[in-house]
């Protein structure tokens, strides 16, 4: 059986090929860049006012001057003036250029102006200050956003800033999001007492369309044939499937035969991990790649966040994340020689410590307990007791 970061290492060796392409700005939040971003020009593109004040030169000031007769005034939004006068002022405005004959800009706080005559009331004044000068952020064709990040805020306003109206970025990839089993309803049915209504897909949908997945939730039955037939156009219209029960050992689960009839290759089956130890994973010659993820719903949710997430990130080109690290609140034993995924809440003690307290549940069908959860804490397999205050990784989901 496979140790956990084997098959995190077999997955990320299974990446989709997605390709580039074009998308109008208005449409590009959240997507990965596919091409780097660089400044048209320097930025700032000019001697840029930063305070509402007056601006002067700063020998005149040097000499003893303190007070300036009011030339004019600069705008932002208007090409510079040009102060004719060197022993006078402009008064100018945040945002405006710097009017040429100027260096230096005094606030309108350290400023008494009557009668068109403004004069400086403090001592305290450096050369240039106020002054947002040309280039220093960034010179014109440096790169600002490289390739490979997710476009947030910041680098949507970077972009349009560069007057990128369309943007290069990777292509969603189209994944089909399948349940199984005959016990399973639709979410607006009432069901039998024998029955459930339909949650996983859910689940991952939320997870997967958070990290840029175009997803489509289906639902098969417990037949092999029925099975078969409908995954054989699946999988030639997604570019992944994720299907939720159906990998376990029971007389009912066909999801890896049928798998290995459509000519996805087993690259592993069952994980040395609690919960969700019967995951399946597949991948096609042709570059489909098919994740069977236990039904219960908690080992749905753990091998969503551990595997298809971090999957999902690389194969859009964005960086593999490590996880966090949090101190064990109270002591837990496992005696199992398997990866423990422990539930917890996460706190911040006093002192500045990240704290994961362990939660009570109820197995792996625990969906509820998942509602008190903020990540699962990854202790290893060759260990049976952990204590108070040891540190240990934590893949969180809040």
């Known amino acids: 059986m496979l140790s956990v970061a084997e098959a995190h ?3 990320l060796n299974h990446l ?6 074009p998308v109008s700005l208005s449409q590009a939040a959240s997507r990965v860049l596919r091409e780097p971003l660089t400044a048209d020009r320097d930025l700032p593109p000019f001697n840029r006012v930063s305070m509402d004040g007056i601006a002067i030169q700063f020998a005149v000031f040097e000499t ?3 007070q300036f007769r009011v030339a004019g005034t600069q ?4 090409p510079a003036q040009t102060l004719t006068e060197q022993t006078a002022c402009l008064e100018v405005m945040t945002g405006a250029m710097l009017p040429t004959g100027t260096d230096t800009v005094i606030r309108y706080e350290d400023l008494q102006i009557t009668d068109g005559l403004a004069e400086i009331q403090i001592d305290a004044v450096q050369v240039g200050q106020n002054v947002h000068h040309r280039a220093t952020d960034r010179k014109q064709y440096e790169e600002l956003v490289p390739i490979g990040t997710r476009l947030g805020p910041p680098e949507m306003a970077v972009a349009a800033s560069v007057g990128k109206a369309t943007v290069l970025v990777s292509k969603r990839p189209k994944i089909a999001l399948i349940s199984t089993g005959d016990e399973l309803v639709d979410v607006s049915e009432t069901p039998e007492p024998y029955q459930i209504r339909r949650s996983n897909t859910y689940l991952l949908q939320t997870v997967l369309q ?3 997945a175009e997803t489509t939730l289906l639902h098969l039955p417990d037949d092999a044939d029925t099975m078969e037939t409908a995954l054989k156009t699946v999988l030639q219209e997604y570019d992944a499937l994720v299907l939720s029960g159906g990998v376990s050992a029971g007389k009912a689960d066909f999801v890896p035969k049928v798998m290995e009839r459509l000519g996805v290759r087993q690259r ?3 994980v040395a991990q609690r919960p969700g130890k019967p995951l399946w994973f597949g991948a096609s010659d042709e570059g489909k790649v098919v994740f069977g993820l236990p039904g219960n719903p908690v080992s749905t949710f753990l091998c969503a966040y ?5 999957w999902l990130k690389a194969s859009l ?7 966090s690290v949090a101190r064990l609140a109270r002591s837990v034993s496992f005696t199992p020689k398997l990866t423990y995924f422990l539930p917890v809440r996460l706190s911040v003690s006093p002192d500045g410590i990240g704290l994961a307290t362990p939660l009570p549940g109820s197995g792996s069908a625990d969906y509820a307990n998942l509602l008190q959860c903020d990540g699962f804490m990854e202790l290893p397999p060759e260990r049976a007791e952990f204590s108070e205050g040891e540190a240990f990784p934590v893949y969180t989901f809040r």
């Open 317 to 323: 080109g964005l960086p593999v994340l490590q996880p």
């Open 75 to 78: 705008f932002a939004g208007q």
């Open 9 to 11: 290492s077999i997955v």
């Open 16 to 21: 989709l090929v997605l390709p580039a392409e």
């Open 210 to 212: 958070a990290a840029g």
């Open 64 to 66: 003893g001057q303190r």
């Open 306 to 310: 551990r595997y298809l997430l971090p």
């Open 268 to 270: 592993f089956h069952q």
